[in-house]
Structure formats: structure tokens, C-alpha cells
């Protein structure tokens, strides 16, 4: 089945940087591939989500990338700010169905 | 906020009693999906539902058991409480028939912890 990891497990940065979280993935048939951010007892949500026939996707400040070939997708997050603060999961499915999660990580937006 | 609605939020049980959470949808999605979330380990699949009576076993199945007797309702039953089950469970719902949208949503969470 699927597996799925994700990187850094833990990211500190200062307000105004950019924060970086990679993932890859195991099964060369998965073809969607979402983000969420947790916040600190809340539900997970979705923040962007990209599938295997585009490379790149942008939503204001977020971005995610898709290297097929590699197995790997990356969030990229441009001047962070303190309520950037949160945990984001990756993850990965076919067509959206029993997806599989990142383990997880915490990121901090030090001001 | 989205349709789903997870019922208890909190509850706390002793071993070897059974206990059943509760995911509610008023969204009509066909598909219902139940997770735990541990440090460290993310989100795990227990049972998933594809549709009425349509289930079927997740990464971490054992000691589960789920039912889905109407649309709207999808049951996750713990049949005799185990401290490893303690966790936070998570519902989420989802219908990648309509339209381009993959995205799951999820349920509030509940958080279990078993003495």
C-alpha cells in the first residue's frame, strides 16, 4: 500500500521567511496529493491540493510542487506569519479516495 | 461550518468496555471515513464506507468495527476498550463524483481516552 513521509518533523522560522515541508510517496499510482493545516485542537483543513497532471499550484501565499518521476511533493509557504503557526499534513491518494497521511509537521512562526 | 458533526467530543471509559463515536453528515456525501491521529503517526484509516452498508477495513482495523445504516450516519464501535485506543478520532466525508473536488472534511474530533 501506500506510504507516505514528510519532512522536517518539526520547522521554527522568523516572520517574513519562507517555510519549506517535503513529502514523498510510495505508490507511482496515486494522483492526488492535498495539504492540511492543523491548528492547535482543531480539525484538520484543507489548504491547497494538487493533482498528478499539473507540476506546480499557487494560492496567494502557499504553493505546492509535483515531481512524478522523483515520487515527491513539497509545500512552499512565502512570508510566513504568526498565524502560519499550526501542524500541516501531507497526503496522498488515487482519485481522492482513502487518503494517506504525512506524519505531521509542527511549524512555528517566531515574531 | 461543513456538515459533519462528531458525537461524543470527549469521553473517557474504562477497559474492556465497549464504546461507539458518532459521525453525523447533513452533506449527502457519499463517502465517510474514520481516523486516529497519534504524535507522531499523523492520520491512520480505521474503516472507511463507500456507501450504505459498503465498508471496509482500513491501515489499522483491529479492535474496530464500524456500521453505515443510513447515509448520513457512520458508527465506529470499539468492542472492548484498550489503553492503545486512546487517541483523538477523527470523521471525515467526502464525494470525488461531484465535480473536481477531492478534498475530504473533516468532523470536529473526538477525544477518547480509555483508564
Known amino acids: 500500500g501506500e506510504n507516505v513521509e514528510q519532512h522536517p518533523s518539526t520547522l521554527s522560522v522568523q516572520e517574513g521567511d519562507s517555510a519549506v515541508i517535503k513529502c514523498t510517496y510510495s505508490?507511482?499510482?496515486?494522483?492526488?496529493f492535498p495539504w492540511y493545516k492543523q491548528e492547535l485542537g482543531k480539525r484538520p483543513q484543507l489548504i491547497i491540493d494538487i493533482r498528478s497532471n499539473v507540476g506546480e499550484k499557487k494560492d496567494q501565499r502557499i504553493a505546492v510542487t509535483l515531481n512524478k518521476t522523483a515520487k515527491h511533493f513539497s509545500l512552499h509557504i512565502t512570508e510566513t506569519q504568526p498565524e502560519d503557526s499550526a501542524v500541516y499534513f501531507c497526503a496522498a491518494s488515487i482519485n481522492g479516495n482513502k487518503l494517506v497521511f504525512g506524519a505531521g509537521t509542527i511549524l512555528r512562526v517566531k515574531s | 461550518d461543513a456538515g459533519i458533526t462528531q458525537s461524543p467530543r470527549h469521553k473517557v471509559t474504562e477497559t474492556g468496555t465497549p464504546v461507539t463515536l458518532r459521525c453525523h453528515q447533513t452533506e449527502n456525501h457519499r463517502y465517510m471515513y474514520w481516523y486516529r491521529q497519534d504524535p507522531g503517526h499523523g492520520l491512520r484509516l480505521i474503516h472507511y464506507s463507500y456507501g450504505v452498508k459498503d465498508t471496509d477495513k482500513g491501515e489499522v482495523s483491529d479492535g474496530y468495527s464500524v456500521s453505515r445504516s443510513k447515509t448520513e450516519d457512520f458508527l465506529l464501535t470499539l468492542e472492548s476498550a484498550t489503553s492503545s485506543q486512546t487517541s483523538v478520532y477523527f470523521c471525515a466525508i467526502s464525494d470525488p463524483a461531484r465535480g473536481y473536488n477531492y478534498g475530504y472534511t473533516f468532523g470536529s474530533g473526538t477525544r477518547l481516552t480509555v483508564v
Open positions: 505508490d507511482s499510482a496515486s494522483n492526488y
